[in-house]
């Protein structure tokens, strides 16, 4: 069974901390995806990945950075947290088109 | 650019009636459609997809979605509604093999009232 888990499904953080969010799937797949998630925004592609150590921007890159040192792990980092910068972020990796979610990290910036 | 708009942001329906949740695309090339659907606190789950072959998909919770070309359409309908389909769907298009992007639309929270 296809598994993507994330290191948290709930993080608060403060203002100006940095802020590491992790994603892992057991699937072998190549490319893996992070999205945020706002209400009446739906998702929105923050930065992808179709190889270790490659990535590609999204569509609102500004405020995140990225790292794939491994095949099975894709890191979201908020280098310097702000208050827009809460909100949901969901994981995904691709298979044959498919993507597969992970349960998602709601994240507070206070 | 692909683009996907969802008509609707909210639609209650009463338990047991029929619910159509509308998706239209935009897209210079040929595409892949998807719904997805998110359950409370939950993750995106695939419910059906179009990849090619027959223009009508199923799920297997009884949902069907229907690939209209000429009508740039992937609307998801359901004949009778339960409790348990409360949940946001979202649509989503791909450009195809070679392009593993997914472009969203904004979502639909569907509220079925008992």
């Known amino acids: 069974d296809v598994k993507v888990t994330q290191s948290s499904r709930y993080l608060v953080k403060r203002t100006g901390e940095k802020v590491f969010l992790e994603c892992v799937q057991d699937?072998?797949?190549?490319?893996m995806f992070w999205y945020r998630q706002d209400p009446g925004l739906g998702l929105r592609l923050i930065y992808f990945?179709?190889?270790?150590?490659?990535?590609e921007k999204g569509d609102i890159p500004e405020g995140y950075s990225v790292s794939r040192e491994k095949k099975e792990r894709f890191s979201l980092i908020l280098e310097s947290a702000s208050t827009n910068q809460t909100s949901m972020y969901l994981c995904?990796?691709?298979?044959?088109?498919?993507?597969?979610f992970g349960p998602g990290t709601r994240l507070t910036v206070l | 650019a692909q683009s996907v708009t969802q008509l609707d942001s909210q639609v209650p329906v009463f338990e047991e009636a029929p619910v159509e949740l509308r998706c239209n695309y935009s897209?210079?090339?040929?595409?892949?459609l998807f719904w997805y659907v998110q359950y409370p606190n939950q993750g995106l789950q695939l419910l059906l997809k179009?990849?090619?072959?027959?223009?009508l998909v199923e799920s297997i919770n009884g949902f069907e979605a229907e690939f209209n070309k000429s009508q740039t359409s992937f609307h998801l309908r359901k004949p009778s509604v339960h409790i348990s389909d409360t949940a946001e769907y979202f649509c989503?298009?791909?450009?195809?093999?070679?392009?593993?992007?997914?472009?969203f639309g904004k979502g639909t929270k569907l509220s079925v009232i008992p």
């Open positions: 995904a990796s691709t298979y044959a088109l498919e993507q597969f």
């Open positions: 699937m072998d797949h190549e490319n």
């Open positions: 990945s179709y190889d270790v150590k490659m990535k």
């Open positions: 897209s210079s090339v040929s595409v892949y």
């Open positions: 179009y990849l090619s072959g027959s223009t």
């Open positions: 989503a298009v791909s450009e195809g093999a070679g392009s593993y992007q997914l472009t």
